[in-house]
């Protein structure tokens, strides 16, 4: 059974920083995408970052673009987001998903559909 766990939330201003890391255990396969979503209060949950953990190969939606960096880790699915410049719209829980295949569509996210998911950690950002 894939189990993901997040953590690295929290609570900064305006301008500040956070990174977030997801460690996918029981993954089946040598390789596959891991994803971070968000979803803020009374709002759908959207596709932030997304990344092939062997080609490396990053997506980012445009509202992130510059500011959040998405990597692997050393260990077999583990990915990191490093969320820059963070902005009050940024506010949300963040999930992390994992996936055998992702990239992006008209602009979103995905891939992560049929995937595995975190329980979230909490990110606030005030002004």
């Known amino acids: 059974q894939v189990q993901l766990v997040e953590s690295g939330g929290g609570s900064v201003q305006a301008g500040g920083s956070l990174r977030l890391s997801c460690t996918a255990s029981?993954?089946?396969?040598?390789?596959?995408?891991m994803g971070w979503f968000r979803q803020a209060l009374g709002k759908e949950r959207e596709g932030v970052a997304a990344?092939?953990?062997?080609?490396?190969?990053?997506y980012y939606i445009d509202s992130v673009k510059g500011r959040f960096t998405i990597s692997p880790g050393n260990a077999k699915m583990t990915v990191y987001l490093q969320m820059n410049a963070l902005k009050p719209e940024d506010t949300g829980m963040y999930y992390c998903?994992?996936?055998?295949?992702?990239?992006?569509?008209?602009?979103?996210?995905?891939?992560?559909?049929?995937?595995?998911w975190g329980q979230g950690t909490q990110v606030t950002v005030s002004s």
């Open positions: 998903a994992a996936s055998l295949s992702c990239g992006l569509a008209a602009g979103a996210i995905s891939g992560f559909a049929s995937g595995h």
């Open positions: 029981g993954w089946m396969y040598s390789s596959g995408c």
């Open positions: 990344i092939h953990t062997v080609g490396k190969v990053p």
